[in-house]
């Protein structure tokens, strides 16, 4: 076994014993408790086996810092990377790589035979498993686990979640001998503290010893945003102050806006919180750094590092987000202000965490933070082997309550919930394969069906109790011996009776206006109402003091089994509902050509291979030949389009776009028509962008326009574009690969990209 130069854990002395006895493992621990350790002894037995290892994670940032780690210490020459736009190494016994390109390795294309590509892989280390919970990339990990060959051992790494148990036990099922490792232990204590503005000199602890809320709390006092006092306040200074002077930097401000993140940053310029020295290295190393990355020399954020501070967000550009990464390890960088993507497993452990609110804005309104999501952020407090204790700071605001804060601190994690949902890819890779009846038994190996009975659980306890009321109502004797269907005749008689007394009054009444007493039909009414009044007498209801009781529990009986019904159908659907969600893609794949004979077609072949948002989508504009004329800035330009979310209505671009990529455009509005149509019918709601807000500036960019020159057209920030332009260069590699393609289209996709990967786009 594999020696580290410090004594391991219980948990991770556990872990290493079942990777040595063959066995797949779920490492469940909290954030910092050193998972890592685990995989990289996986790491040192495949080098010393000669046998590989993937390891894959759910981000490009963090793939791209762990092969620079492992390359570190294990030795370029070991280490490969391999994230979709990136391919080094790959070869190599160790190769980091994005968990959706272990998951399109498993598929048999894109990355040659499944044979080659797995070739002497005996782990594969999935980090940050929890990212199964995540809404629009949850797929790709139970993907990954269920057609991972049995052979190679699972190395599972998850943050604390409730259902760990229930994870595992999956994993055993669909995959092998699997094995759950789980500590709540962290070797790094955490102490949780409370900002409030009433007290700017000090922060106070939120717990009393005894898990209580500390009353010496107030909480905040309301106050309109446009106020003085509100506009003079300024909390985020104060808070840092305090740090400083307790020691207890550096810090990760964790903030839910790339807007506030800035400010805050700039609020807190003109406090130091370097010393001489350290602010000699700073200049150091942004000097190297700059060396090769001229295009950041004018960045108007470089005074803020000088100072010790900086911003972190998806807003800021890749290079300048790495460079205030490598000060901030170094400690260089005393405070980061970051949206909560910095939590998301990137190394940048702090002494302490600030955590701006417990609840953001979402794209359906305001929500409170989760208990996983506040675990995630305060988890990066408190650094192993250089911190006894790690400290989590939330600040006050008007919005919460310190009760609310207090709660969600001492919350336990939440479970993880399956975001399966069959592609059309899935079902054409699947069928490219498989039969049918197959298919559906790696369908029903997902951990969505698997976990189905907790996800029916309500509609299951309705059912019952729908059961049991009814059985309670049913039950109920009537004294007269009388049957429901004995008080519905009655019921009805008695509606009857009540519609011809009415009439026959009406009629007597107009004899009598006409002069006359008993016409023909004042007695044959008058006769029928007494017959009906007779055969009412049959029944005691009227007699009967329950009456009304019986007739209320009818109603409720009607209606409890209308909800019964409804329950009941609902729970059979959702019993099958990735199934019958694959059937519905397998339709319409089927109705235009795509599926023949139970397998792909020449088309379907084309859109098996294709990652996209919408595979159809995509690949229905490839196949109908609409981008096979355009020039490459053209082709760069509606593929942009194309990989741009329609946030906003109406969004139109501040500068003209080409002709042709008008025409395309207008040519692929009238196939997404098509497909929506065919969408609806099958109740499928998978997007499909067409948003050109940012392809006059791609269009130029190939065209050589200067970074300067784009950057200033747009009310976007620099780091957005480069984030658009990366999708469009994703999709752009995926036509230079596909099948049965045109070979001047190909070319033109190489053409792009080359043209758009130059700095400041091409910096990982």
């Given at each position: 076994?594999?020696?580290?130069d410090?004594?391991?854990?219980?948990?991770?002395k556990?872990a290493?014993?079942c990777i040595?006895?063959?066995?797949s493992?779920?490492?469940?621990?909290?954030?910092?408790?050193?998972?890592t350790c685990?995989?990289?002894?996986?790491?040192h037995?495949?080098?010393d086996?000669n046998?590989?290892?993937?390891?894959?994670?759910?981000?490009?940032?963090?793939?791209?810092?762990?092969?620079y780690?492992?390359?570190k210490?294990?030795?370029?020459?070991?280490?490969?990377?391999l994230t979709?736009?990136t391919?080094?190494n790959?070869?190599?016994?160790?190769?980091?790589m994005?968990?959706e390109?272990?998951?399109?390795?498993?598929?048999?294309t894109?990355?040659?035979?499944l044979?080659d590509?797995?070739?002497d892989?005996k782990?594969v280390?999935?980090?940050?498993?929890?990212?199964?919970n995540?809404?629009?990339?949850?797929?790709?990990?139970e993907?990954?686990i269920?057609y991972?060959?049995s052979?190679?051992?699972?190395i599972a790494l998850s943050?604390?979640?409730a259902?760990?148990?229930q994870?595992?036990?999956?994993?055993?099922?669909?995959?092998?001998?699997t094995?759950l490792?789980?500590?709540d232990?962290r070797p790094?204590p955490?102490?949780?503290?409370?900002f409030?503005?009433s007290k700017?000199?000090?922060?106070?602890?939120?717990l009393?010893p005894?898990?209580k809320?500390?009353?010496k709390?107030?909480?905040?006092?309301?106050m309109?945003?446009?106020?003085r006092q509100a506009k003079?306040r300024?909390?985020?200074k104060d808070v840092?102050?305090v740090?400083?002077?307790?020691?207890?930097?550096?810090a990760?401000?964790f903030?839910f806006s790339?807007k506030k993140c800035d400010?805050?940053?700039?609020k807190c310029?003109?406090i130091?919180?370097i010393?001489?020295?350290?602010?000699?290295?700073?200049?150091?190393e942004?000097?190297?750094f700059?060396?090769?990355h001229q295009?950041?020399e004018?960045?108007?954020?470089?005074?803020?590092?000088y100072n010790?501070?900086?911003?972190h967000?998806?807003?800021?550009?890749?290079?300048?987000?790495?460079?205030v990464e490598?000060?901030f390890?170094?400690?260089?960088?005393k405070?980061?202000?970051a949206?909560?993507?910095?939590?998301?497993g990137i190394n940048?452990?702090?002494?302490?965490?600030?955590?701006?609110?417990?609840s953001k804005r979402t794209d359906?309104?305001?929500?409170?933070?989760?208990?996983?999501e506040?675990?995630?952020?305060s988890?990066?407090?408190?650094?192993r082997?250089?911190d006894k204790?790690?400290y989590?700071v939330?600040m006050?605001?008007?919005?919460?309550?310190?009760d609310?804060?207090?709660?969600?601190?001492k919350?336990p994690s939440n479970p993880?919930e399956?975001?399966?949902?069959?592609s059309?890819s899935?079902?054409l890779n699947?069928l490219?394969?498989l039969?049918l009846?197959?298919?559906k038994e790696?369908?029903?190996k997902?951990?969505?069906?698997?976990s189905?009975?907790?996800r029916?659980k309500?509609?299951?306890?309705?059912?019952i109790t729908?059961?049991?009321t009814?059985?309670?109502?049913k039950d109920?004797?009537?004294p007269?011996?009388?049957?429901?269907?004995?008080?519905?005749?009655?019921?009805?008689?008695?509606d009857?009776?009540?519609?011809?007394r009415?009439?026959?009054k009406t009629?007597?009444k107009?004899?009598?206006?006409k002069?006359q007493?008993d016409t023909?039909?004042?007695i044959?009414?008058?006769?029928?109402?007494?017959?009906i009044?007779?055969?009412?007498?049959k029944y005691?209801?009227e007699?009967?003091?329950?009456?009304?009781?019986?007739?209320?529990?009818l109603?409720i009986?009607?209606?409890y089994?209308?909800?019964?019904?409804?329950t009941?159908k609902n729970?059979?659907?959702?019993?099958?509902?990735y199934?019958?969600?694959?059937l519905?893609?397998?339709?319409i794949?089927e109705q235009?050509?795509?599926?023949?004979?139970?397998?792909?077609s020449?088309?379907?072949?084309?859109?098996?291979m294709?990652?996209?948002?919408?595979?159809l989508?995509?690949?229905?504009?490839?196949i109908?030949?609409?981008?096979?004329?355009?020039?490459?800035?053209?082709?760069?330009?509606?593929i942009?389009?194309?990989?741009?979310?329609?946030?906003?209505s109406?969004?139109?671009?501040?500068?003209?776009?080409?002709k042709n990529?008008r025409q395309?455009?207008?040519?692929?509005?009238?196939?997404?028509k098509?497909?929506a149509i065919?969408?609806r019918?099958?109740?499928i709601?998978?997007?499909?962008y067409?948003n050109?807000y940012?392809s006059?500036?791609?269009?130029?960019w190939v065209?050589?326009t200067p970074?300067?020159d784009?950057?200033?057209?747009i009310?976007?920030?620099?780091?957005d574009?480069?984030?658009?332009f990366?999708?469009?260069?994703?999709?752009l590699?995926?036509?230079t690969?596909?099948?049965?393609?045109?070979?001047?289209l190909k070319?033109?996709a190489?053409?792009?990209?080359?043209?758009?990967?130059?700095?400041p786009?091409?910096?990982?």
């Amino acid at each position: 076994m594999y020696k580290f130069d410090f004594e391991l854990d219980d948990f991770q002395k556990e872990a290493v014993e079942c990777i040595n006895n063959s066995k797949s493992i779920v490492v469940c621990a909290p954030t910092g408790a050193g998972k890592t350790c685990i995989a990289e002894h996986a790491i040192h037995k495949a080098l010393d086996e000669n046998t590989r290892l993937f390891y894959t994670t759910p981000l490009k940032a963090l793939s791209n810092q762990k092969f620079y780690d492992f390359g570190k210490k294990y030795g370029e020459g070991n280490v490969g990377l391999l994230t979709g736009d990136t391919s080094i190494n790959r070869e190599a016994p160790i190769v980091v790589m994005t968990t959706e390109v272990f998951r399109n390795m498993l598929y048999n294309t894109n990355f040659g035979s499944l044979k080659d590509n797995l070739r002497d892989v005996k782990y594969v280390v999935l980090d940050e498993v929890h990212y199964m919970n995540d809404e629009e990339r949850g797929t790709v990990w139970e993907e990954s686990i269920i057609y991972c060959p049995s052979n190679i051992q699972i190395i599972a790494l998850s943050a604390t979640i409730a259902n760990s148990k229930q994870l595992c036990d999956w994993i055993n099922t669909v995959h092998g001998s699997t094995e759950l490792i789980y500590t709540d232990f962290r070797p790094v204590p955490l102490r949780h503290f409370y900002f409030d503005s009433s007290k700017p000199a000090e922060i106070l602890p939120l717990l009393t010893p005894d898990g209580k809320i500390n009353r010496k709390i107030k909480p905040e006092k309301k106050m309109n945003y446009y106020s003085r006092q509100a506009k003079k306040r300024n909390n985020v200074k104060d808070v840092i102050s305090v740090l400083q002077k307790k020691e207890m930097l550096p810090a990760i401000f964790f903030t839910f806006s790339r807007k506030k993140c800035d400010e805050n940053m700039e609020k807190c310029a003109d406090i130091r919180l370097i010393t001489p020295e350290e602010a000699k290295q700073i200049r150091s190393e942004i000097h190297e750094f700059l060396k090769d990355h001229q295009y950041l020399e004018n960045n108007k954020n470089l005074e803020y590092l000088y100072n010790g501070v900086a911003s972190h967000h998806a807003g800021l550009l890749p290079a300048w987000k790495l460079l205030v990464e490598r000060l901030f390890q170094k400690g260089l960088i005393k405070v980061v202000f970051a949206t909560e993507t910095l939590a998301a497993g990137i190394n940048m452990p702090a002494r302490t965490t600030i955590i701006s609110a417990i609840s953001k804005r979402t794209d359906s309104g305001h929500r409170m933070l989760t208990a996983n999501e506040f675990l995630q952020m305060s988890g990066r407090a408190g650094r192993r082997g250089m911190d006894k204790i790690g400290y989590v700071v939330v600040m006050g605001t008007q919005f919460q309550s310190p009760d609310e804060v207090a709660e969600l601190v001492k919350s336990p994690s939440n479970p993880l919930e399956s975001q399966f949902s069959p592609s059309y890819s899935m079902v054409l890779n699947l069928l490219q394969n498989l039969e049918l009846d197959q298919a559906k038994e790696l369908i029903l190996k997902s951990f969505g069906y698997f976990s189905s009975n907790d996800r029916l659980k309500p509609m299951i306890m309705q059912q019952i109790t729908c059961e049991q009321t009814l059985a309670k109502l049913k039950d109920e004797k009537c004294p007269f011996g009388l049957t429901t269907n004995d008080l519905l005749e009655f019921n009805r008689l008695k509606d009857k009776f009540i519609v011809y007394r009415k009439l026959t009054k009406t009629l007597i009444k107009q004899a009598k206006q006409k002069g006359q007493k008993d016409t023909p039909e004042v007695i044959e009414y008058t006769n029928q109402t007494r017959e009906i009044r007779m055969a009412m007498e049959k029944y005691q209801c009227e007699i009967c003091r329950g009456y009304k009781k019986h007739m209320k529990n009818l109603e409720i009986i009607n209606r409890y089994e209308k909800r019964y019904k409804e329950t009941t159908k609902n729970i059979e659907k959702q019993k099958d509902i990735y199934w019958n969600k694959f059937l519905a893609h397998k339709d319409i794949l089927e109705q235009i050509g795509y599926i023949k004979n139970g397998s792909p077609s020449d088309i379907g072949q084309i859109c098996s291979m294709i990652r996209a948002e919408n595979e159809l989508f995509l690949s229905e504009i490839i196949i109908k030949g609409i981008l096979d004329t355009l020039e490459p800035y053209e082709l760069a330009s509606v593929i942009c389009a194309l990989v741009t979310e329609d946030l906003r209505s109406d969004v139109y671009p501040n500068q003209p776009i080409s002709k042709n990529t008008r025409q395309a455009l207008n040519k692929i509005k009238e196939i997404r028509k098509k497909i929506a149509i065919l969408q609806r019918e099958h109740d499928i709601n998978t997007q499909m962008y067409i948003n050109s807000y940012y392809s006059p500036l791609i269009e130029q960019w190939v065209q050589d326009t200067p970074w300067e020159d784009i950057a200033k057209q747009i009310d976007s920030s620099e780091g957005d574009i480069v984030r658009i332009f990366k999708r469009t260069v994703d999709v752009l590699r995926q036509l230079t690969i596909l099948p049965n393609i045109s070979e001047d289209l190909k070319t033109n996709a190489k053409a792009a990209i080359q043209a758009i990967l130059k700095e400041p786009v091409d910096a990982d």
